[in-house]
């Protein structure tokens, strides 16, 4: 009988043992659930921060780069300010030539009719040097002035390329031939000029040697002492000989008007 108390305390233990059991398990099971609820909440929490930071630094070099742009504008638009505030005044100068081209146009034809004139009296004034070639120029500008086809810009031109050549008259020495009235006779000669200071002739056999008398409006002849002096300054116009000092007669400077 002994025997048979023992099992029996054994099993109502592990019977109390079994009853007992969910009693623990239920706590644990709640906070390993609550646990597992923190951690995802945390790791939510974690990537809305990551993701928060993310948009945190992309606005964050956006409005780096739109402060730069604004900047960039802004020295944009001052650069443009003065072009604009420039070409108001181009355009102002503009408006005004224009004002003053129509002006221009009125005056210039006069102007330039009274260049020609001008210009053919001092020819005529002048030195008698190349008269062919200056009186064919003379004669080409005054056919020009009566062509409709021809602009007002280019007779201008013209005319003006006449003074320049008329001009340059007066800077250079030359020496060429041609034909002149001596004593009733044309000769051909050797002319000499030296600027617009004097102009001298001499025979092609050196045998006469003259200058223009611009008082008298005639040629004179010159003393044989000066056949060198010619000579030597024709030889110097030519190149073909180095400068050198010519001892010759220079008519007196008239009066200016």
């Known amino acids: 009988m002994p025997f048979l108390r023992r099992?029996?305390?054994?099993?109502?233990?592990?019977?109390?043992?079994?009853?007992?059991?969910?009693?623990?398990?239920?706590?644990?099971?709640?906070a390993i659930s609550v646990e597992q609820a923190t951690q995802q909440a945390a790791a939510e929490s974690q990537q809305k921060i990551d993701t928060l930071n993310q948009q945190t630094g992309t606005l964050l070099e956006q409005y780096r780069f739109a402060t730069r742009q604004a900047e960039n504008l802004q020295v944009e638009n001052k650069h443009y300010q003065k072009v604009l505030k420039h070409q108001q005044l181009e355009k102002a100068s503009l408006e005004q030539q224009l004002k003053d081209i129509a002006v221009t146009q009125s005056?210039?034809?006069?102007?330039?009719?009274?260049?020609?004139?001008?210009?053919?009296?001092?020819?005529?004034?002048?030195?008698?040097?190349?008269?062919?070639?200056?009186?064919?120029r003379l004669t080409k500008l005054k056919s020009m002035m009566l062509r409709a086809d021809?602009?007002?810009?280019?007779?201008?031109?013209?005319?003006?390329?006449?003074?320049?050549?008329?001009?340059?008259?007066?800077?250079?020495?030359?020496?060429?031939?041609?034909?002149?009235?001596?004593?009733?006779?044309k000769s051909p000669v050797d002319f000499l000029r030296l600027g617009r200071v004097a102009l001298y002739y001499q025979r092609l056999d050196g045998s006469e040697s003259g200058f223009w008398n611009k008082a008298e409006k005639r040629w004179q002849t010159l003393p044989d002492s000066y056949r060198n002096s010619i000579r030597n300054g024709l030889r110097i116009a030519r190149k073909e000989t180095a400068p050198d000092l010519l001892v010759l007669p220079i008519p007196a400077a008239e009066e200016g008007k």
């Open 7 to 30: 099992p029996l305390k054994v099993s109502a233990l592990f019977a109390i043992g079994l009853l007992s059991q969910p009693c623990f398990s239920e706590p644990l099971d709640e």
């Open 150 to 185: 021809v602009t007002k810009a280019e007779k201008f031109r013209r005319i003006i390329e006449a003074y320049q050549i008329e001009n340059e008259y007066g800077n250079t020495i030359e020496a060429y031939k041609d034909e002149i009235d001596l004593n009733g006779t």
């Open 107 to 136: 005056e210039i034809m006069p102007l330039i009719l009274r260049m020609q004139t001008n210009l053919e009296e001092f020819v005529e004034m002048d030195l008698p040097f190349l008269p062919k070639e200056r009186q064919q």
